[in-house]
C-alpha cells in the first residue's frame, strides 16, 4: 500500500526503522531544536492532499513530511513519523478519520501528535465524535491558506480549539440532538471536581481561552493552567476539547445557556 513521505520525514522515518533508540529519542531532540512544525496530511482525495501539502509548503516555519490515503496509513504514518499535526480528513475508506483519531490520542507514545479534523461542512455530524475521540479541532476544507496555516501552528502549539465559540456551538447542536449518553458515564469524575474547578471547566465550555478565564476569576493564566491539567487527570480528558464535551454529557453545561 501506497504511503507518501516527503524530505526529512522520508529519511528520518528509515534511520528510525534501522534504530529504534532513534526513534524513541525523537520527541526529546525536538523540544530543544527549532524546527519547522511537521504536519501529516490524510485524506482519500489525491487532489485535496496536493492542495494542502501546496499551501502548507508555501509558509516558513512549516513542513509536509507524508500524506496518507486512508486513517489506518494516517495511524502508522504517525507512529512511524511523529509529526506535530495530524490534518485528519473523517469520511475515508478502511479506517476512517474518527477511529484514527481514538488510536492516536489513545496512543500513549503519540502523547505529542495533535489531530486537526477536516471537514466540508461547519456542522458535520461527524466532528462531535471526532472531538470526542480526541481531536484537538477543526478546519473547514474550503479554509483560506492563511487560516490553514494558523490552525496548523495554534494546534501544534498545543491549544486545543479552533475557533472555540464555533465549537462550543458545534457541541451544543449535537448534544442537543444525539441520544443521551448514560448519566453515571458522563458523570463519571465530575463529582470529584472542586468547586473552582467545576467554575473553570464551566468557563471552557462556555468557549474561553486560558487569559480571558483568569480575568473573569481574577487569578493567574498559569493558575488556569494548572486547575485545568488537574481537571483533564479527574475526568481522563486529553485535551480542552474533550473537557467541552464531558462539560456538555455531564449536564454541568446545558446546550444554549451562556
Known amino acids: 500500500m501506497e504511503q507518501t513521505l516527503y524530505g526529512e520525514g522520508a529519511a528520518s522515518a528509515s534511520s528510525q526503522a534501522a534504530n529504534p533508540a532513534s526513534m524513541a529519542n525523537a520527541p526529546s531532540q ?41 486513517g489506518d496509513q494516517a495511524v502508522q504514518l504517525a507512529e512511524r513519523l511523529r509529526p506535530d499535526v ?36 461547519d456542522l458535520d455530524e461527524y466532528v462531535y465524535d471526532a472531538l470526542s475521540a480526541g481531536a484537538g479541532g477543526f478546519l473547514l476544507k474550503d479554509a483560506e ?71 473573569r476569576l481574577f487569578i493567574s493564566p498559569a493558575t488556569v493552567k494548572t486547575h485545568l491539567a488537574r481537571i483533564m487527570a479527574k475526568l481522563d480528558a486529553h485535551d480542552r476539547a474533550q473537557l467541552v464535551v464531558r462539560a456538555y454529557e455531564s449536564g454541568l453545561v446545558k446546550p444554549g445557556v451562556m
Not at 511537521?38 to 513530511?65: H, N
Not at 475515508?92 to 461542512?121: E, H, K, Y
Not at 448514560?182 to 463529582?191: K, L, S, T, V
Open 30 to 70: 525536538a523540544v530543544g531544536a527549532q524546527r519547522p512544525v511537521r504536519v501529516l496530511v490524510a485524506d482519500d482525495q489525491d487532489l485535496v492532499r496536493s492542495g494542502f501539502r501546496m499551501i502548507l509548503s508555501s509558509y516558513d516555519g512549516i513542513e509536509v513530511v507524508g500524506e496518507a490515503r486512508d
Open 86 to 121: 495530524v490534518l485528519m480528513d473523517i469520511r475515508m475508506p478502511r479506517v476512517n478519520g474518527i477511529d484514527a483519531t481514538r488510536a492516536i490520542r489513545s496512543n500513549a507514545v503519540l502523547a505529542d501528535v495533535q489531530v486537526l479534523i477536516l471537514t466540508t461542512f
Open 145 to 215: 491558506p492563511d487560516e490553514i496555516a494558523s490552525a496548523v501552528r495554534v494546534v501544534a502549539a498545543g491549544e486545543a480549539l479552533i475557533e472555540p465559540s464555533i465549537t462550543r456551538r458545534l457541541i451544543e447542536t449535537f448534544v442537543a440532538t444525539r441520544p443521551g449518553v448514560p448519566a453515571g458515564d458522563a458523570a463519571r469524575g465530575i463529582d470529584q471536581l472542586t468547586d473552582r474547578e467545576r467554575e473553570i471547566l464551566t468557563l471552557v465550555a462556555r468557549g474561553l481561552n486560558n487569559d480571558q478565564i483568569g480575568e
